[in-house]
């Protein structure tokens, strides 16, 4: 099985997918806990791949999004975005409605203390 083949296999059987550099328990770079921090503090059921575990993937990843940086966020097979676009998201309110319209369980009220400490 190719690192391609592995990646659409993850990001179709998981509604919330972060590839990120570390774990969602223990993250190794600060873009990474960041995103992170974001779902668990929302309390998002999402799998975590550590890219740094396999040089395959790692790579793989960019190429499957075409996008250069790690982490990335796939909610429902379809990629959202990395660490900025994530941050950004959230303080919008675009995460929620993204999560609500993929019927993706998450702590409202959560989310609105994120937005709340960043006003």
Known sequence: MTA???IKETVTANDVVLFMKGTKTM???GFSSRVAGVLNFMGVDYAD???L?????????????DWPTIP??????????G?????EMTLSGELD????????DFDKAAAEKIREANA
């Open 83 to 87: 660490c900025d676009i994530v941050t």
């Open 49 to 51: 791949v550590n890219v």
């Open 27 to 29: 993250p190794q770079c």
């Open 97 to 104: 409605t993204m999560f609500a319209e993929n019927q993706i």
């Open 72 to 81: 990335q966020l796939y909610v429902k097979g379809e990629f959202v975005g």
């Open 4 to 6: 391609s083949d592995k």
């Open 53 to 65: 575990a396999d040089d395959d993937i790692r790579q793989g990843i960019k190429d499957y999004s």
